[in-house]
């Protein structure tokens, strides 16, 4: 029995030894493997679009050209106070929208989730105005009291509209209200008028949007300054300066 047990025990010594550089080794491989595994990929961030570089009109250009002062192209139109460009709750944030008009009649707006504007649309949008404006006329900030007429805006719609798959186009719309601002807090009504531009997406995915925006805005913000000179014309002998 003696000789039986010391047998045994000399076979799983023996057979330990084998298998312990085995084990060794394929923990030292896994080891190695798990290194060289690539690790996980970093979410991807949405890529950030904007209204692209101002391009000032033709006319604004030549007068820099020649060392004219805008500003003094400037003081021969009449002053406007630019108020914030209100928004609904949707157009509030940074996401960039579109709608399905092939899909759900376009009433749900649905945001791209690798693609975003750098800033609101409304903020955006109303830096544009301001910039077009300022080129022919004072700009100045409303409650100043430093100019004749006030301008509000409101934003109502600012998505890429799909009426097909492959078929979209950016749409623009907002109401401009322009108000003579009196004494004691007062105001008077000079016109309002609603603008909605629309252009279509050379390609119906978020950048292709975007451009289509970044155009139909910078159309609506001519024909808006376009109505705000015919405004100024029509009040400027019966509204004075406010003091």
């Not at 910039?131 to 600012?158: K, M």
Request: hydrophobic fraction near 50%; charge should be positive; include cysteine.
């Amino acid at each position: 029995m003696k000789t039986t047990a010391t047998a045994t025990a000399t076979a799983a010594a023996a057979l330990r030894a084998r298998f312990i550089p085995f084990i060794s080794l394929t923990a030292a491989c896994l080891l190695a493997a798990g290194c060289a595994l690539p690790m996980p990929d970093k979410p991807q961030r949405p890529a950030p679009y904007d209204l692209g570089l101002f391009e000032a009109d033709a006319a604004a250009a030549a007068a820099a050209a020649t060392d004219a002062a805008p500003s003094q192209a400037a003081q021969r139109q009449a002053a406007v106070a630019l108020a914030w460009v209100e928004s609904p709750a949707a157009l509030q944030g940074t996401a960039m929208l579109y709608r399905l008009a092939y899909a759900d009649g376009a009433r749900q707006p649905r945001p791209y989730a690798l693609a975003r504007w750098s800033m609101p649309p409304a903020q955006m949008l109303g830096q544009r105005l301001r910039q077009h404006l300022a080129q022919s006329r004072p700009v100045v900030g409303v409650g100043e009291n430093l100019a004749p007429i006030e301008l509000r805006l409101e934003l109502d719609e600012f998505s890429q509209l799909f009426g097909a798959e492959a078929q979209s186009e950016g749409i623009v719309r907002l109401r401009a209200t322009a108000i003579a601002p009196q004494a004691r807090g007062s105001a008077r009504l000079l016109g309002q008028r609603t603008f909605e531009a629309r252009q279509p997406a050379a390609t119906s995915d978020a950048a292709g949007g975007a451009r289509a925006l970044s155009e139909a805005s910078n159309r609506l913000v001519r024909e808006i300054a376009g109505w705000i000179d015919q405004v100024a014309a029509t009040t400027a002998t019966t509204v004075p300066a406010p003091r």
